[in-house]
């Protein structure tokens, strides 16, 4: 039979249902329910922060989990790998990179350390090149100091030869026997050091025609003795005003 004949809720919550009690087919009374929702809303409300309690409480620890995980699996690694470029830009070359577990980490690494190898390879290159460079610098410096004091020396022989009545020639033996140096003091014979140096007055001239001869055999003569290296001669020369003089002549064979 039907109990409750119609329901009603109002603007408070509450549910309120009426109906009328029948026995035997006869009404015998009438009943009145009310039900309020406010006990349903409470629960709700209590489940509903219950749920988004436990939400924030796994999004966090998402969120504290994943942290630790870039940092354990990404952010030292990288970090590791920043060290070690630091030191290698350092010249530290033979820095050892720990072995990540990542892959793609471990590839980066792996291509790094063949270009450190290669930049260490021509770094020392370069630092022997700049060495053998530098060496040869010095090298050239001492030559060229060397060099200024064999000149000043020279000089300083020059004049002081300049000044005695001795002569000196630097000649080649060859036809006409070239002048390659004559001392500047050639003026007491009335020559000048550009007549020889031009050709135009080789030594053969000066020496007397019947004394150039036993002159040329006597030098060939010690030329073959590979223990001469200097002796002596007298012969004629003749000056450019055609006097004859007698010369004492200290060669040395170079």
Not at 74 to 80: A, D, E, F, I, V
Not at 230 to 247: C, K, M, N, P, V
Request: hydrophobic share 35%.
């Amino acid at each position: 039979k039907t109990v409750f004949q119609y329901k009603h809720q109002n603007e408070s919550g509450h549910i309120i249902r009426r109906g009328g009690i029948e026995y035997e087919g006869q009404m015998i009374g009438h009943i009145k329910l009310g039900l309020t929702t406010r006990i349903i809303q409470q629960q709700n409300r209590k489940v509903l922060w219950a749920s988004m309690t436990t939400m924030m409480i796994i999004l966090m620890t998402l969120v504290l989990v994943t942290g630790l995980l870039v940092k354990l699996f990404l952010t030292n690694p990288l970090h590791q790998l920043l060290h070690g470029i630091e030191q290698t830009a350092r010249g530290d070359y033979s820095y050892g990179f720990k072995p990540p577990k990542q892959k793609e980490i471990a590839t980066i690494i792996n291509s790094f350390k063949a270009m450190a190898k290669q930049v260490k390879k021509r770094e020392d290159s370069l630092q022997q090149i700049n060495s053998q460079l530098q060496h040869e610098i010095q090298e050239r410096r001492d030559a060229e100091t060397a060099l200024r004091k064999a000149s000043k020396k020279r000089e300083e022989l020059e004049r002081i030869l300049n000044r005695s009545p001795a002569v000196a020639f630097s000649l080649r033996a060859s036809k006409g026997w070239p002048v390659k140096f004559v001392s500047d003091n050639v003026h007491q014979f009335g020559y000048a050091p550009e007549d020889f140096y031009s050709g135009g007055v080789p030594y053969s001239k000066m020496v007397h025609p019947e004394d150039f001869e036993q002159m040329v055999a006597e030098v060939a003569q010690y030329r073959q003795q590979p223990q001469c290296d200097g002796f002596t001669q007298e012969y004629r020369i003749i000056t450019s005003e055609g006097e004859t003089l007698w010369a004492d002549v200290r060669i040395w064979i170079i």
